[in-house]
């Protein structure tokens, strides 16, 4: 059984679980769900277990084995240099440097590790490691939410890295090249720094496109899901030319996101060794919806930039003959860390699912 990739967002709950025959990844089950259409309390409340257990229970996923994605506000990574050893010993090592960094208990942590394939270290027979820690705690508060809602807890992964996972597997990140990252959410922006196909660095801002609607609902008093509408229907090459109260507040709103995604960019460019080093910038999430904001974003930073979409190498067609191309065009750019996270279980290139 392949697994249900989970992600729970602020607003959001999306799945997919894929199935692959020879070669092809196919489309076998997905869902998404907006809590502002069964909420009329949102933001102020939240009711994201009971829908949830609901979209578990519709989609028959009762018992479904599930990898679940968790903000990168929510997990430590460390970069470490260690001696080349054998798995066992690495794993006490990394265990060891995690837990006195974070001056934690071992028992109080769980990790995962990988070595970097890509970034070495100048001195011979050492290695260059990236290490992910939570504290047990926050794990099983996850878990019990999916065990609570029907589901088998397989995985938890970084947000970023599963939808760095999605990236690689529909051939966004070329060999050689450096991308900028930006997942557009509700709560957050999440960027990361991709280098020849391996995640590099994350960030995480609190500039959100959820700040479009509450800046709207403040001012114009007109209720948040009203301010989703008219939030979609903002063209982002119109800004400077209002026409109205809802587009000057939108402007502004937008000129501070893109303030904020300066400033992710120019800590990535000074990572790397010059600008001409990033190949460009990939927007996923429900933000990047927003009309032209790629064009915009392109003549702004001058850097291409790419609205994704998850699903690019993935066979969709039976899955469209229970929803119009349309409507599945509309939710694809909610679902780039579920694909990753539906990814995980595959090792890619390989033969048929068994």
Same mark, same amino acid.
């Not at 076998?28 to 009711?47: M, Q, R, V």
């Not at 290695?127 to 999916?146: D, F, N």
């Given at each position: 059984?392949?697994?249900?990739?989970?992600? =729970? $967002?602020?607003?959001?709950?999306?799945?997919?679980?894929?199935?692959?025959?020879?070669?092809?990844?196919?489309l076998?089950?997905? *869902?998404? /769900?907006?809590?502002?259409?069964?909420?009329?309390?949102?933001? #102020?409340?939240?009711?994201t277990?009971?829908?949830?257990?609901?979209?578990?229970?519709?989609?028959?996923?009762?018992?479904?084995?599930?990898?679940?994605?968790?903000?990168?506000?929510?997990?430590?990574?460390?970069?470490?240099?260690?001696?080349?050893? +054998?798995?066992? &010993?690495t794993?006490? #090592?990394?265990?060891?440097?995690?837990?006195?960094?974070?001056?934690?208990?071992?028992?109080?942590?769980?990790?995962?590790y990988?070595?970097?394939?890509n970034?070495?270290t100048?001195?011979?027979?050492?290695?260059?490691?990236?290490? /992910?820690?939570?504290?047990?705690?926050?794990? #099983?508060?996850?878990?019990?939410?999916?065990?609570?809602v029907?589901? @088998?807890?397989?995985?938890?992964?970084?947000?970023?890295?599963?939808?760095? %996972?999605?990236?690689?597997?529909?051939?966004?990140? %070329?060999?050689?090249?450096?991308?900028?990252?930006?997942?557009? $959410?509700?709560?957050?922006?999440?960027?990361?720094?991709?280098i020849?196909?391996?995640? =590099?660095?994350?960030?995480?801002?609190?500039?959100?496109?959820?700040?479009?609607?509450? #800046?709207?609902?403040?001012?114009?008093?007109?209720?948040?899901?009203?301010?989703?509408?008219? @939030?979609?229907? /903002?063209? *982002?090459?119109?800004?400077?030319?209002?026409?109205?109260q809802?587009?000057?507040?939108?402007?502004?709103?937008?000129?501070?996101?893109?303030?904020?995604?300066?400033?992710?960019?120019?800590?990535?460019?000074?990572?790397?060794? !010059?600008?001409?080093?990033? $190949?460009?910038?990939?927007? !996923?999430?429900?933000?990047?919806?927003?009309?032209? =904001?790629?064009?915009?974003?392109?003549?702004? *930073?001058?850097?291409?930039?790419?609205?994704?979409? +998850? *699903?690019?190498?993935?066979?969709?067609?039976?899955?469209?003959?229970?929803? !119009?191309?349309?409507?599945?065009?509309? =939710?694809?750019?909610?679902?780039?860390?579920?694909?990753?996270?539906?990814?995980?279980?595959?090792?890619?290139?390989?033969?048929? &699912?068994?």
């Open positions: 059984m392949s697994l249900l990739g989970l992600d =729970i $967002g602020t607003r959001t709950i999306k799945a997919v679980k894929l199935k692959k025959r020879s070669r092809q990844y196919y076998d089950n997905y *869902f998404l /769900y907006d809590l502002l259409n069964s909420n009329k309390d949102y933001p #102020a409340t939240s009711n277990e009971s829908v949830l257990k609901n979209a578990i229970k519709t989609n028959g996923l009762k018992g479904q084995k599930v990898s679940c994605s968790v903000s990168e506000n929510d997990v430590l990574n460390f970069e470490l240099t260690l001696p080349r050893m +054998p798995t066992k &010993e794993d006490i #090592a990394v265990m060891h440097e995690v837990s006195t960094q974070m001056d934690v208990p071992q028992t109080e942590i769980s990790f995962d990988f070595i970097r394939k970034i070495g100048s001195v011979k027979d050492q290695i260059s490691i990236k290490a /992910y820690c939570m504290r047990k705690h926050e794990i #099983a508060t996850r878990t019990k939410l999916l065990s609570d029907n589901l @088998k807890p397989d995985s938890i992964e970084p947000m970023m890295l599963a939808t760095t %996972a999605m990236l690689d597997f529909n051939g966004y990140l %070329a060999a050689g090249k450096s991308w900028i990252v930006f997942d557009m $959410g509700e709560s957050l922006i999440t960027s990361g720094l991709v020849n196909r391996e995640l =590099i660095l994350t960030r995480s801002e609190l500039t959100s496109c959820g700040a479009v609607n509450r #800046a709207l609902n403040e001012h114009l008093k007109c209720g948040y899901e009203k301010a989703e509408q008219l @939030k979609l229907q /903002y063209d *982002f090459a119109s800004g400077g030319n209002a026409q109205n809802a587009d000057t507040i939108m402007d502004e709103m937008y000129t501070k996101i893109t303030g904020k995604l300066r400033e992710m960019i120019e800590v990535y460019r000074d990572f790397t060794t !010059s600008s001409g080093d990033i $190949g460009g910038i990939l927007l !996923s999430g429900g933000g990047s919806r927003i009309k032209n =904001i790629d064009q915009v974003l392109q003549l702004f *930073f001058k850097t291409p930039v790419i609205v994704v979409n +998850p *699903f690019r190498h993935i066979d969709v067609s039976r899955t469209h003959q229970q929803s !119009s191309p349309s409507e599945f065009d509309k =939710i694809a750019s909610y679902m780039s860390t579920a694909v990753g996270l539906a990814l995980t279980d595959f090792n890619l290139g390989d033969g048929d &699912e068994k």
